[in-house]
């Protein structure tokens, strides 16, 4: 069974910073590409980076309204793929879901607020 | 960016009924490698979204063959025939030919 587990998320105060973990399992972790994607709150969902696999050297891309504030990295060993967002302001607040795009975790909700 | 364009924004469906979903891309979203990268999404109320079709027109495993995608270069369309009642909430087209990865819009997909 393919299971996706976001954690990390929680209230963070505008200028904060959070990482966010993603741990997976059930599924051939390393030939995927791994994604995070946000939707905030009664919106539509908003791609947010991608990291490629070995094959692709680890290649990463990202939304041009959070670049400069984001690194995805993962971790092939742990089957991990991990989100760093710095500089938050009110508009990162979203729920943020891991994915391969054929699976998805159920998110995790990160709040920016003073 | 590449811009998806879904019309309609909302739709309003009998059971039973066929619903037809288009997405329009600003560019072609055909890839160098041949392959078109253009994905459906449902997300359903309260729930992460679920992928639907792949590559324009590939179920994904487990969809129901009432789910059929179909397109080429920027015109793109979901239908979905015979609507059940789990057929309810918003769908979304994706690109994954062109960085940034974006999705569209979404259209919200109701039973009458």
């Known amino acids: 069974e393919v299971q996706i587990l976001e954690t990390g998320g929680g209230l963070v105060k505008p200028g904060g910073s959070l990482r966010l973990s993603c741990a997976t399992s059930?599924?051939?972790?390393?030939?995927?590409?791994m994604n995070w994607v946000r939707q905030a709150p009664g919106k539509g969902l908003e791609w947010v980076a991608q990291?490629?696999?070995?094959?692709?050297?680890?290649?990463?891309y990202y939304a041009e309204s959070l670049e400069g504030r984001v690194t995805i990295s993962r971790d092939d060993s742990k089957s991990s793929v991990y989100l760093q967002v710095s500089s938050l302001r009110a508009e990162d607040t979203a729920i943020y879901y891991c994915?391969?795009?054929?699976?998805w975790g159920q998110g995790t909700l990160v709040t920016v607020s003073s | 960016d590449v811009v998806l364009t879904q019309t309609p924004v909302s739709l309003s469906v009998t059971l039973g009924d066929q619903a037809s979903i288009s997405c329009r891309s600003s560019?072609?979203?055909?890839?160098?490698?041949?392959?078109?990268?253009l994905e459906w999404y449902l997300q359903k109320p309260g729930q992460s979204p679920q992928l639907l079709i792949y590559?324009?027109?590939n179920r994904f495993s487990g969809v129901p063959d009432r789910f059929i995608g179909s397109g080429s270069g920027t015109d793109f369309t979901l239908k979905i025939s015979r609507v059940e009642p789990e057929d309810l909430g918003v769908y979304y087209c994706?690109?994954?030919?062109?960085?940034?990865?974006?999705f569209g819009s979404g259209t919200k997909l109701e039973i009458k």
């Open positions: 994915t391969s795009r054929s699976y």
């Open positions: 059930g599924f051939n972790f390393n030939d995927y590409f």
């Open positions: 990291i490629r696999n070995k094959n692709y050297n680890y290649a990463t």
């Open positions: 560019q072609s979203l055909e890839y160098s490698d041949g392959y078109t990268y």
């Open positions: 590559e324009v027109s």
């Open positions: 994706f690109q994954a030919t062109h960085d940034p990865l974006t």
